[in-house]
């Protein structure tokens, strides 16, 4: 592949969820456009003579920062101004910030600057880019920001390599930053004015938690279909539910798209068509287009979001040359990423909820399957145990969910008076969402056993070639074993396995 395949041009194109999908998954370099540099370098020196001879005070410019902003600060010191501003917010403390969202973060902040809108040097953006090709990433911790001023702490942790402080992961190793532009032979940024505020300014840590979530809650949405529908044909459950005239009288997008999907992925199976004695099916099995629909409704809404926010600025005070105006405002508050980040939690925790029901209903003896799901029981405990292992993880999520963004704790004097906690909004939802994933995981162990209860009937076409996928990592029990490798080789297969769904629309990145 030629070099020029293999970069991504930060430009002002649309940044959307599948083209980052692209870039993760080719490892594309990232390179600044002609036009991206052209607005950068405008911008700085429209600044730079704006400072020459200021005729107020520019917040962050030359001023101290938060309740600060009423000291003014004089020009030999605006460089060690922004210095100090970075070092001393730097103050993440807890787990560290996974890597991939490290990542994610750095092209977040690369895209947000390339705006020219911020007053960066040049170098200081070609710097974040140099970072992300040379997989050098920033140690970052996940507690810290409000998600009001942007996400201070964790972006002065981004931000420290740059002047040659901090810790960063390269090669495998966590080192002091300072070793690693040693390598490179790399000098420390001297930030100018402004610089600094414009990287710590901005709402790269929810959004890159935020578009992480997205990519991975589109897959996981669609696997909820998928293993809903093995649970409804091994269950022996009933397709009327899912008729387009039940949802037609009640139109929400997401119901419909669940049901067509469902009907889609049954297509061809013996065991939805063979006659049923009972005539109703548990919720858990008859409203999965009305809950899963509702999940995926609210993720479209959270996914609108985080698609205007990474294609924004948002630090502030924002530069606008052209008009010769610098306006300290707002768009660095997390208030849209927050209520999104909660709403997001609660539909994925409400998949969860549901999948976790419909693994129950297996196991319960009904409909000639065996209780737990094994030959013997009494003797066997059989599939008992992972049931409570996906109980107690949907009762995580569901204290997870607790909203984050409804409080706010004043900060900086009362300059800072509301603030969105979408940051805790954000690792929290990163939280449920990988509980989702192993809740769906015990109930695809759970379903494909009951399925090959039902043998030599048959689902449909699809669905047997994804259990035999399934089937290859995962083999059918006959009597009691240990179970929890099977287990995480069933989430494993989760995340491997590629789903092209038989139906009109299938944009891995729609749900």
């Keep these: 592949m030629s070099l020029v395949m293999n970069t991504h041009y930060i430009n002002s194109d649309i940044l959307d969820f599948e083209t980052i999908a692209k870039i993760l998954k080719e490892n594309k370099k990232l390179e600044l456009s002609d036009e991206a540099k052209k607005k950068i370098v405008k911008c700085r020196n429209y600044l730079d003579k704006k400072l020459e001879s200021p005729k107020e005070p520019i917040y962050g410019i030359n001023t101290g920062f938060g309740a600060l902003y009423n000291h003014t600060i004089p020009k030999e010191d605006l460089s060690t101004l922004q210095k100090n501003l970075v070092m001393s917010h730097a103050c993440g403390t807890g787990d560290e910030v996974p890597k991939d969202i490290v990542k994610l973060m750095l092209l977040l902040k690369i895209q947000s600057l390339s705006y020219g809108h911020s007053g960066v040097q040049l170098e200081t953006v070609q710097r974040l880019i140099d970072l992300y090709n040379q997989n050098i990433l920033p140690v970052i911790y996940q507690q810290g920001s409000l998600g009001a001023s942007g996400d201070l702490a964790p972006l002065a942790h981004l ?3 740059l002047i040659g402080l901090g810790e960063v992961y390269y090669k495998g190793k966590k080192q002091d930053a300072a070793l690693v532009l040693k390598e490179f032979n790399w000098e420390p940024i001297e930030l100018k004015s402004k610089a600094g505020l414009a990287l710590l300014n901005g709402t790269q840590f929810m959004s890159a938690y935020g578009v992480y979530c997205c990519l991975k809650v589109f897959k996981l949405s669609r696997l909820a279909d998928v293993i809903g529908a093995i649970s409804l044909d091994a269950f022996d459950g009933r397709i009327e539910p899912f008729h387009e005239l039940i949802q037609a009288v009640r139109p929400h997008k997401g119901q419909i798209k669940t049901a067509k999907r469902i009907r889609n992925l049954l297509e061809g199976s013996e065991l939805i068509n063979q006659y049923k004695k009972h005539i109703q099916d548990p919720y858990s099995f008859r409203c999965i287009p009305q809950v899963h ?9 959270v996914a609108y979001v985080f698609r205007m926010e990474i294609n ?3 630090d502030n005070p924002t530069i606008f040359p052209d008009e010769d105006l610098i306006i300290s405002a707002g768009n660095f508050h997390g208030q849209p990423l927050a209520l999104a980040m909660d709403n997001l939690s609660i539909a994925m925790a409400e998949l969860g909820n549901i999948s976790e029901r419909r693994t129950y209903q297996l196991l319960s003896g009904a409909r000639n399957l065996p209780p ?10 059989g599939f008992m145990i992972p049931h409570y292992t996906a109980a107690s993880i949907v009762n995580q999520n569901k204290y997870l969910c607790t909203p984050a963004s409804v409080d706010s704790i004043e900060s900086s004097k009362g300059q800072e008076d509301h603030v969105s906690m979408g940051a805790n909004a954000a690792t929290k939802a990163f939280k449920v969402l990988e509980n989702l994933e192993r809740i769906l995981s015990i109930e695809l162990f759970n379903t494909a056993q009951a399925l090959d209860f039902r043998r030599p009937v048959k689902t449909s076409p699809f669905l047997e070639k994804f259990i035999e996928g399934y089937r290859r990592k995962v083999s059918f029990i006959e009597n009691d074993k240990i179970m929890y490798k099977d287990m995480q080789a069933s989430v494993e297969y989760l995340r491997e396995v590629e789903l092209a769904l038989p139906e009109e629309d299938p944009d891995k990145y729609q749900l």
């Design 159 to 161: 931000s420290l390599p």
């Design 293 to 301: 629909g509702a999940s995926k409704d609210s993720i479209d809404y």
């Design 312 to 314: 924004s600025v948002t």
């Design 372 to 381: 737990f799901l094994v030959a013997n029981p009494g003797l066997n405990s």
